[in-house]
Every structure is written in structure tokens, then in C-alpha cells.
């Protein structure tokens, strides 16, 4: 067990809507990390917040948006969805800003399948 | 602009019998890398890095990595492979230059281990 707990483990919804991912990261750990698995895409880093602010950026859609909160969970939202979308989300977290460690603990992910 | 490459799709290998998985990165200045591995349903999980110091760095469930500046390679091995190995490989490195990737790390795309009884 990583420590890092994401919910729902199971999503299917249809094109169009909205959905909110949520982490929680392991107790201590202030940078949030997601990531998109994807058969086609592989894996794609999406965003990074650390102590509630926005550090970095990588392939994340404009429909797409994150957040962290003051007790340092973050919230992925995907709106307007598409088939495309359907994917493994993963959310990792990590102690420190920068990742010179590299030890990234991972989420058992959230599975999105868009109908 | 960093990137890896895992040449491989899937290894097969008995059990017992060495195992080897591939990677080369390309960064502007020196990497850090690392090896990931994820089990069915499961999240990737740390095995080990490489930043800086000795070459052949030895990690968790008995797996090393040899970083090998000259040929771009960071190789996974274990000497004796597992059937509980099996799993899905990630090579990622990180470009310690471009202060604008802090966050990420960048992923090669996989490697499929079977190791057979």
C-alpha cells in the first residue's frame, strides 16, 4: 500500500458530461502529481501542485482542470468528455517541490470509461 | 526536451534465467533515471534510480540498473528472474536542467515481463 488513496476506482459515464477525481496523498507528502494512462497515449503526466499551488504543467486539456486544497487533496475534473478520454488516472504524491528523489508513490488509479 | 525510449514491447524469459530490460534517454544534460514497475490493477511502484555516484545501482526485489552515459542506456537486469516478476516496466528520466519540468517525470512506454515457470 502506497498511502496514496484515490477515489472512485471505477468510473463509466458518457460523452459530454463532468467528473471530479479525487486524491489523497500519503500523510506528509505536499506535491500531487496526475498522470493519464492510456493504450494509444502510454503514460502522460497531466499536472502538478504543490502545498496548493499549480508547479507544472505537461499534456492536460483545457476541458481538464485540477486543484489542491488547504489539507492537500487534489481534485481532477474532466469536462465535456470524449470516447478519447477513457483512461487510467493516476495520482502520485511526493514529499518535496522538486523531484530529485524521483520516488514517486503512486495511486491504485481511477479507471474512466466514457460511453 | 527529455524523452526515453523502451525498445522492447514484452520480454519473455524462464524463470531462473536472466532478465534484462532495455532503455535509452535522450536529455539535455545529465539524467536522472529511474525504474517503475506495475503489477495488473495496480499503481506504478518505485524500484530504483539512478542521479548521480556508481553506475550500477541495485534497487528493490533484487533488480539493478547500470546507467551507461556513453550509450544513452539504463538498463534494468536481474540475475535470476521470478514468475512474480511479471509485470509491466517503466524506464523515466528526468532532465535536472529544465527547471520548468520539476513535476515530471517522462515515461517510456512499457515493457511487458513474462517470466515462465
Same mark, same amino acid.
Given at each position: 500500500d502506497s498511502g496514496v488513496t484515490q477515489t472512485p476506482k471505477h468510473l463509466i459515464t458518457a460523452t459530454g458530461q463532468r467528473v471530479t477525481l479525487r486524491c489523497s496523498p500519503r500523510s506528509g507528502d505536499l506535491s500531487v502529481y496526475w498522470y493519464q494512462q492510456s493504450l494509444d497515449q502510454g503514460l502522460q503526466f497531466l499536472i502538478q501542485y504543490y502545498n496548493g499551488e499549480e508547479r507544472a504543467k505537461g @499534456?492536460?486539456? +483545457?476541458r481538464f482542470s485540477a486543484q489542491q486544497f488547504p489539507d492537500l487533496h487534489s481534485e481532477l475534473n474532466l469536462s465535456s468528455l470524449e470516447l478519447g478520454d477513457s483512461a487510467l488516472y493516476f495520482c502520485a504524491s511526493s514529499v518535496?517541490?522538486?523531484? @530529485?528523489?524521483? +520516488?514517486l508513490f503512486f495511486g491504485e488509479g481511477s479507471r474512466l470509461t466514457v460511453l | 526536451a527529455q524523452s526515453v525510449a523502451q525498445p522492447e514491447d514484452q520480454v519473455n524469459v524462464a524463470e531462473g534465467n536472466p532478465l534484462t530490460v532495455k532503455c535509452t534517454y535522450s536529455v539535455s544534460g545529465n539524467p536522472y533515471l529511474f525504474w517503475y514497475v506495475q503489477y495488473p490493477n495496480r499503481g506504478l511502484q518505485f524500484l530504483l534510480k539512478y542521479?548521480?555516484?556508481?553506475n550500477l545501482v541495485k534497487g528493490s526485489y533484487g533488480f539493478e540498473a547500470e546507467f551507461n552515459k556513453s550509450q544513452t542506456s539504463f538498463h534494468l537486469k536481474k540475475p535470476s528472474a521470478l514468475v512474480s516478476d511479471s509485470a509491466l516496466y517503466f524506464c523515466a528520466v528526468r532532465?535536472?536542467?529544465?527547471?520548468?519540468?520539476?513535476g515530471k517525470l517522462q515515461f517510456g512506454a512499457g515493457t511487458q515481463v513474462v517470466v515462465t515457470p
Open positions: @499534456n492536460i486539456l +483545457e518535496g517541490l522538486a523531484v @530529485n528523489t524521483g +520516488e | 542521479i548521480t555516484g556508481d532532465d535536472p536542467m529544465t527547471t520548468d519540468s520539476w
